[in-house]
Nanobody
């Protein structure tokens, strides 16, 4: 059974950095696409970043491009989201997600089969 467990959220001042982790287990992740999404209060869950675990292109939402970076550690089966130059508008619950079938539309949250429980990120001004 696939499990995704996020950690690393917290409270940070604007301009600061955080690194989120997503520990993955129970699947053959080398063939998956992994993504990060976020959901702010009263808003839809939105795409943040994604990549194929096996390598290739990474994708970022325009709102985080140049500030957030997605990476992985194969030995730990862990995906990271490094978040720099954080802004108050980055405040949200951040979710790790896994797409078992590497669907073309990585932006669409319904194309992800597994989700973590989420980790809160709060950026104060």
């Amino acid at each position: 059974q696939v499990q995704l467990v996020e950690s690393g959220g917290g409270l940070v001042q604007a301009g600061g950095s955080l690194r989120l982790s997503c520990a993955a287990s129970g699947g053959t992740f080398s063939s998956y696409r992994m993504g990060w999404f976020r959901q702010a209060p009263g808003k839809e869950r939105e795409f943040v970043a994604a990549f194929r675990w096996s390598g290739g292109s990474t994708y970022y939402a325009n709102s985080v491009k140049g500030r957030f970076f997605i990476s992985r550690d194969n030995s730990r089966n862990t995906v990271y989201l490094q978040m720099n130059s954080l802004k108050p508008e980055d405040t949200a619950v951040y979710y790790c997600a896994a797409d078992k079938y590497n669907r073309v539309n990585y932006l669409y949250r319904d194309n992800y089969d597994y989700w973590g429980q989420g980790t809160q990120v709060t950026v104060s001004s």
